[in-house]
């Protein structure tokens, strides 16, 4: 699992240096660089020297967290490469610039500095570009200077975000504290190329690690590069985003990056990597990220029924996907948090017309309107046609790559029960418990409250079955139409998963038949001994009229007997 006990796990390698045996003890929390050195340090070198590693076929060995680990007999062997004083020179300059690098990262942002600091990387980095022609009192002044610059940093004090206070509707304020820095971690190969599966398992990574695979998607998707991100500016955006998600049992951060995810999952498995634009994959990965932005935890029907300052703000219109729309650009237009500060003004506005238009599709009232665009030419799209990337008529809204985005995040954000069962079923519970509680509130606030968020009327499993036969086997069905490879990722699982649901009715149903069956006997036997008892009162009431009858008969009778006495007396 992604937690800090992963981060500590430690591993062992044997390597075999200067003629003898070592064990080199490690966690994962040691990068390459560190690792490296403490092979030369194991080999008697300083860690400026190149050293490399060997199995015993002769094989050259990677030096990082995944190298395999071996035993005693079989060593690894460790070989320091010969090079000369200035290439020594060369990798040492480099190495301290790299160091000073992380000093920056982990400062995260030092506004007063950042131009002046800037100015004196680029100087050092020309230099160390041509440090073969550099005499030596030139490196040691290169030195120098990169030193006083580390001094200058550790001298700072760490940034100090301003507040970020939201008076949201509701009288709800967001106080955002100082912006902490997170681990960015070094992702192995084998985490690489499962994150672009839709069966990556969302649970298993705690909120440091998601925050470092969403920044990893932006790297990895070349968005950084090609719109020249900041990426410390990615990295403070991605933990203000991540500080608006409130703590919902279903709408919350991770909720946030599990639909990321398969965003990212299928923009490689459709291949739109070499389709779309950078701008577009832009979008696309940054509606994800803030489709449910300050979601509180009640849907649009109970904005609009409880006539909450939101649905009043939007007159009712999609008031939560307009509310996430407006804390995205509040957050992006704050200079240190927007990530798109250096693109151009047409690419900007490109890019907050498709989030706006993408948050906006996520509404539910608005699927069958969506759907049906896509459905009206679905049969002629191409996505390498250019007249299909806009629209030609917008009264007769042509099928257009936009609605297919639309159509994108939409799949993406009801996607849970894509996934194995395992991933997808806390997901429905956390939904239910969500929707329960909603339904808990209406009930307490006399408004209407919808069936399936009624505790009393709903089951897990017809819940799942209606909207997975009726919502998301449609959707996704009519996705694999353009994109017929995606089939067998997307629409197996949900009929698997539909046929999971109906097994797990009908075994609902028996229990249910069972208690029922069960309560009715009771009720039945109840019901028969309180009659018996009925009879027995009913007999003891006649037995006692009875008895009085017969008192009376005696009385009279002793009363007739005593008279004839008498008169036989007389």
């Known amino acids: 699992m992604g937690s800090g006990a992963s981060k500590n796990k430690t591993r062992n390698i044997y390597i075999r240096a200067n003629g003898k045996t070592q064990r080199l003890k490690f966690t994962r929390s040691c990068s390459p660089t560190e690792l490296k050195d403490l092979v030369s340090v194991a080999c008697g070198v300083t860690k400026w020297k190149s050293v490399q590693l060997s ?27 010969a090079e000369d004083s200035v290439v020594s020179e060369n990798d040492r300059l480099a190495g301290i610039l790299t160091q000073v690098s992380d000093h920056f990262v982990r400062a995260f942002n030092i506004t007063e500095l950042r131009k002046e600091i ?49 008076n949201e509707p509701d009288k709800v304020n967001i106080s955002r504290s100082k912006i902490p820095l997170y681990t960015k971690y070094t992702l192995s190969q084998e985490t690489i190329d499962y994150l672009k599966k839709p069966t990556f398992d969302i649970w298993q990574w705690e909120p440091n690690e998601m925050l470092s695979l969403l920044e990893h998607m932006y790297h990895e998707l070349d968005i950084v590069r090609d719109l020249n991100i900041n990426p410390i500016t990615l990295r403070r955006w991605l933990l203000c985003v991540q500080e608006n998600y409130r703590n919902n049992p279903f709408h919350n951060f991770r909720h946030c990056f599990c639909v990321t995810q398969m965003m990212y999952g299928m923009i490689y498995a459709c291949q739109l990597d070499k389709h779309l634009t950078k701008a577009e994959l832009a ?14 935890g009640y849907n649009n029907a109970y904005q609009i029924n409880a006539k909450t300052e939101l649905a009043i703000r939007y007159n009712d219109i999609s008031p939560l996907e307009n509310h996430h729309c407006a804390v995205c650009f509040k957050i992006l237009n704050k200079p240190e948090c927007n990530v798109f500060a250096n693109t151009s003004e047409s690419v900007y506005r490109e890019i907050r017309k ?19 665009q896509f459905r009206s030419t679905v049969n002629d799209f191409d996505v390498n ?106 629409v197996i699982p949900l ?29 039945s036997s109840e019901k028969l001994r309180a009659e018996k008892d009925k009879d027995k009162i009913n007999d003891s009431r006649r037995a006692s009229a009875c008895l009085g009858k017969l008192e009376k008969s005696l009385i009279v009778f002793h009363a007739f007997i005593n008279a004839k006495k008498a008169r036989l007396g007389a």
């Open 495 to 523: 009929m698997d998963a539909l046929e999971r649901y109906e097994k797990l009715k009908q075994i609902e149903e028996v229990d249910a038949n069972k208690a029922n069956n069960e309560k009715n006997e009771e009720e």
């Open 118 to 166: 800037r100015d004196h990387l680029s100087e050092l980095k020309k230099r160390v570009e041509t440090v073969e022609g550099l005499k030596a009192v030139e490196i040691e002044k290169c030195k120098k200077e990169i030193n006083q610059l580390r001094e200058m940093m550790y001298a700072r004090k760490k940034y100090n975000s301003e507040q970020y206070i939201y």
């Open 55 to 81: 199995s015993d076929d002769g094989s050259l060995v990677a030096i990082s967290w995944d190298v395999p680990e071996n035993d005693e007999s079989a060593p690894y062997v460790a070989t320091v490469i």
């Open 385 to 490: 046609n250019e007249k299909h990337r806009t629209c030609v008529c917008k009264q007769i809204q042509n099928y257009t790559i936009d609605v297919l985005k639309m159509i994108l995040i939409k799949c993406c954000d009801i996607s849970n029960e894509v996934r194995p069962m395992e991933i997808s079923d806390p997901w429905a519970d956390c939904l239910l418990e969500e929707f329960f509680q909603q339904g808990d509130r209406e009930k307490s606030e006399g408004l209407p409250v919808a069936p399936f968020m009624d505790r009393e009327k709903v089951t897990k499993s017809s819940t799942q079955i209606g909207f997975i036969k009726y919502v998301l086997i449609p959707l996704f069905e009519l996705f694999s139409e353009v994109f017929p490879n995606v089939r067998e990722l997307l």
């Open 283 to 296: 979008t696309l990965l940054t509606s994800a990220v803030c489709h449910d932005l300050d979601h509180p």
């Open 354 to 372: 498709g989030i706006i238009s993408l948050i906006l599709a996520t509404d539910m009232a608005k699927h069958g309107e969506i759907t049906e």
